[in-house]
């Protein structure tokens, strides 16, 4: 290559005007049976991917991705899960040794020996084999901590509730029969105008889908307001009776 | 027509040199699961990579929709995957893809581990690689709190438990993370939301760019 005097530039750029052609590298020197990666390897790993990406779709399509109803801070009585990759981490803080005031040894202590550990594997590694069985304390450790996660991870899917775990975080679908007599004079009464169609609230007013009160509760609260909800219901008492009652079935 | 355009391009700015030492690389007999399929293990990096790029791809679709509000996120990830057409998928894609990539990140470092690769003079590669698994944990773990239902917010208040149980620096861990000493609320969302999607991507390119870098400038381990 040329270099210093002489040499000629693109323009007044730094970019060298003599054009180097665009050739492959021989790899027929090479031991075996080695292979340019662009673009013989490449178009078998498209192949590979392309089958990969079909499976991977096919998952996406199978399995719908969860959803839980919408977070209620108010629920103390939620059992929480993490993703399932951390439940070995949160089983270990469920054993004696490792919560309460011993917190620390199962959060922080164990956890950080072991990624510790495995983050200076190669300085604690130090030989020069690569074979596992001519290094035979990493290979038994490694397989240990691998034995330890599955074991851990085991033992937390098989303590967790998991009938109680998908009913506690259901999305609660309430049908509304919008053709029976006490939506019709909820209508008519303009409940729905605050409390929305669905009567699961908006912006003015909380939803009457989520009520713990009697239908004599919801037929005063209907006639006579309560806090920032004036007194709305202006029909007879029998509709009155038949409103409260719909709210009441509402929330069974 | 495209190689008129290439020497145009390559006049200017001589990118010959550069598209050789990116694209122009061996692929040794012994990785090469054409001629030995137990190779088929090497390809777990490559995967990783792959369904790296589906997370980024999927994940920059998401938020055209997700709001990181309290009152909206909830309802803006019901809204993708029940009436965005391809929301599901789009959304499941991006779910399922967050566990794939632990699996076969998980077991692309099983396959150094036993090989010895990360022998010397790969130690370097080793550690960055390690750093990768820990980020990749941790978008977990921010992704996990933002659809805002019951399993996030609750899920997300035992982390900020653990993380609050660490010596001397947990409190400040934990209101760093969630914006308040005792309440998970609209501060952890946004925060949670800017580290999964700005903080963590940044630290996880930078460490990748590294990773590539140096597999390319030594090249992959030899036989065992």
């Not at chain 1, 929305?196 to 909380?206: I, Q, T």
């Not at chain 2, 690389?25 to 990096?45: L, M």
């Not at chain 2, 909830?74 to 391809?86: C, D, H, I, R, T």
Request: glycine residues 8%.
């Amino acid at each position: 290559m040329h270099r210093g005097k002489g040499m000629k530039f693109v323009g007044d750029s730094r970019v060298p005007a003599e054009r180097k052609p665009n050739i492959p590298k021989d790899y027929s020197e090479y031991p075996g049976k080695t292979e340019a990666f662009w673009p013989n390897y490449l178009l078998k790993e498209w192949m590979v991917g392309a089958v990969f990406l079909i499976g991977f779709l096919s998952l996406t399509i199978a399995h719908q991705p969860p959803l839980e109803r919408i977070a209620d801070p108010t629920d103390t009585a939620y059992i929480p899960l993490p993703d399932w990759y951390f439940l070995f981490l949160y089983q270990l803080l469920k054993y004696s040794y490792a919560s309460g005031p011993y917190t620390v040894i199962g959060a922080l202590v164990i956890p950080g020996l072991a990624f510790g550990a495995l983050m200076l594997a190669p300085f604690i590694d130090r030989g020069p084999e690569r074979k596992p069985s001519k290094r035979p304390l990493a290979t038994a450790f490694m397989l240990l901590s691998i034995a330890s996660v599955f074991y851990l991870t085991w033992e937390s899917v098989a303590h967790h509730d998991w009938e109680a775990a998908k009913k506690q975080g259901a999305i609660v679908d309430v049908e509304i029969d919008k053709n029976s007599d006490g939506y019709k004079i909820a209508q008519a009464q303009t409940c729905t105008s605050c409390h929305g169609g669905e009567l699961a609230g908006g912006a003015a007013a909380p939803s009457l889908l989520e009520l713990d009160l009697t239908a004599e509760e919801i037929a005063d609260i209907a006639k006579n307001g309560k806090g920032s909800m004036p007194a709305v219901f202006k029909g007879t008492d029998e509709e009155l009776q038949t409103l409260a009652e719909f709210i009441v079935e509402l929330n069974e | 027509m495209l190689n008129k355009i290439y020497d145009w391009v390559d006049e200017r700015l001589d990118i010959t040199p550069l598209w050789r030492d990116i694209a122009d690389h061996e692929v040794p007999e012994h990785v090469n699961p054409a001629h030995h399929f137990s190779a088929f293990v090497y390809c777990f990096g490559g995967l990783t990579f792959f369904i790296t790029v589906i997370q980024i791809l999927s994940g920059m679709f998401l938020t055209m929709y997700y709001v990181p509000d309290i009152k909206n996120a909830w309802e803006s990830v019901y809204y993708l995957q029940n009436q965005v057409a391809f929301g599901q998928i789009v959304r499941g894609m991006h779910h399922w893809g967050a566990s794939l990539v632990i699996v076969m990140m998980f077991l692309h470092t099983l396959r150094v581990f036993f090989q010895g690769a990360y022998k010397k003079p790969r130690e370097l590669n080793w550690i960055v690689g390690v750093l990768i698994f820990f980020v990749m944990l941790a978008l977990g773990l921010t992704g996990y709190l933002l659809p805002w239902d019951m399993k996030a917010l609750f899920a997300t208040k035992v982390t900020l438990q653990i993380a609050e149980a660490v010596p001397l620096i947990g409190p400040y861990i934990k209101v760093l993370l969630s914006g308040h000493s005792t309440i998970v609320g609209a501060q952890t969302l946004t925060r949670f939301f800017a580290i999964h999607v700005f903080f963590l991507p940044a630290a996880l390119l930078g460490l990748m760019g590294a990773h590539f870098l140096m597999i390319r400038k030594q090249g992959i381990s030899g036989p065992l």
